[in-house]
Each structure stands twice: as structure tokens, then as C-alpha cells.
């Protein structure tokens, strides 16, 4: 297990830890994204200084991310104003629909995240609106993720992958070891990068 499924399991979400624990409660599912993101992560830690989450709930991801990254601000964004009780020191929360780009536009100006991670409404039009729209916000080197993306085939992702915007590219990473019955085999996690040319 690694230090970011601990921090999962501390925190009580759903992103790993191996538990079926999610925001205080009881639940059915873990998605087991934590060793892959401790995998991509792991080694800039210290270097990742602005985070972005879509989608608050009872804001267990935020504070994950808080103490994963020691020097990063968190930033989550609800359209739920119930999520607001879940600022602290490091951690904001704005209100916006993820489903429309003039909100998302003004709650988050120009501001640049080396993360965005879309744990929001889980609809591919909706994902698409925000991919497209936060996308200019990516730092250069940074990663846009998107979670929940069902179990069919990859084929299903097609729609997402057509419309990642000219200058980045996208990769579908197939997650197993999920727990419960709407994780299995296997499911998807989207990621999304700038393209640099070498040479």
C-alpha cells in the first residue's frame, strides 16, 4: 500500500485504501486510483503547488491531497454551496458548474495547476466541457485526469478522446483492483498532457 492509499484510507475516500469508507459513511465501491497516482506523482510531491478537484462531496480528497502535497494549494470546485463548509488553511472551495465554461471561467481567472483531476458529475458531456474549457490552465508539464469512466470497452471513450483539443494529448489507463460490483473487471482513468515536440 502506498503512502497516497494510506492517506485514502485516512481521509475516507473512495480513490484507494482498500476500504469501503467514503466522505463518513458506508460505501460499495473503491476505485484503487491511488497506487497509480502515487506512481505518477510520487517522486514531485514537493514540486506540485497548485492542485484542482472537481467535485467537493464531503471533501475527504481535498484534505488527501493537502497532506500528499505538502506545499500545494488545493482547490476544489462543487456547484453544491453545502461544499463551501469545507475550506481550511490550503484548501478552497469555489462554486461552478463544471458543465458550464463562463462560471468555470470566472471562479478561476487565469489561474495555473500543475493537476486537475474531474470527479464531478461523471457525464461525458459535462467532462468534455471542462476538459476543454480548463485545459489552457494546465501548467506545461502538468496532468489533467478524469475518473469514472465505466468498465466497457475502450471504445466507449471514444467521444473523450476525439475531443482532447489540438496541442495535447490523451491516453485512457486501464485501473484494476477496484473493490465492489461498479469496479469491475477493470475501469478507466483519462489523462491528458500537453504534446511536446523534441528536437
Known amino acids: 500500500m502506498t503512502p497516497l492509499c494510506e492517506l485514502a484510507r485516512k481521509y475516507e475516500t473512495d480513490k484507494g485504501g482498500q476500504h469501503f469508507r467514503y466522505g463518513g459513511g458506508d460505501s ?6 491511488t497506487p497509480v497516482y502515487h506512481a505518477i506523482f510520487g517522486e514531485d510531491r514537493d ?5 484542482l478537484e472537481i467535485g467537493v462531496h464531503a471533501g475527504s480528497s481535498l484534505r488527501m491531497w493537502k497532506e500528499y502535497f505538502p506545499k500545494a494549494y488545493i482547490v476544489g470546485l462543487d456547484i453544491n454551496l453545502d461544499c463551501m463548509r469545507y475550506k481550511e488553511d490550503r484548501v478552497d472551495v469555489r462554486m461552478a458548474d463544471q458543465n458550464n465554461p463562463a462560471q ?18 461523471h ?17 506545461d508539464w502538468g496532468w489533467y485526469i478524469i475518473e469514472d469512466l465505466g468498465t466497457g470497452p475502450v471504445e466507449n471513450l471514444k467521444s473523450l478522446m476525439d475531443a482532447v483539443p489540438d496541442g495535447f494529448e490523451g491516453e485512457a489507463i486501464k485501473i484494476t483492483g ?8 477493470h475501469e478507466w482513468l483519462f489523462i491528458v498532457r500537453r504534446v511536446h515536440n523534441h528536437g
Open 104 to 121: 468555470l471561467t470566472r471562479v478561476l481567472g487565469a489561474h495555473q495547476f500543475d493537476i486537475i483531476v474531474d470527479d464531478g458529475s
Open 28 to 33: 460499495d465501491t473503491n476505485h484503487n486510483y
Open 123 to 139: 457525464e461525458r458531456s459535462h467532462q468534455i466541457v471542462s476538459m476543454q474549457t480548463l485545459l489552457p490552465l494546465l501548467q
Open 178 to 185: 477496484g473493490l465492489g460490483p461498479k469496479v469491475q473487471p
Open 47 to 51: 514540486n506540485v503547488k497548485d492542485v
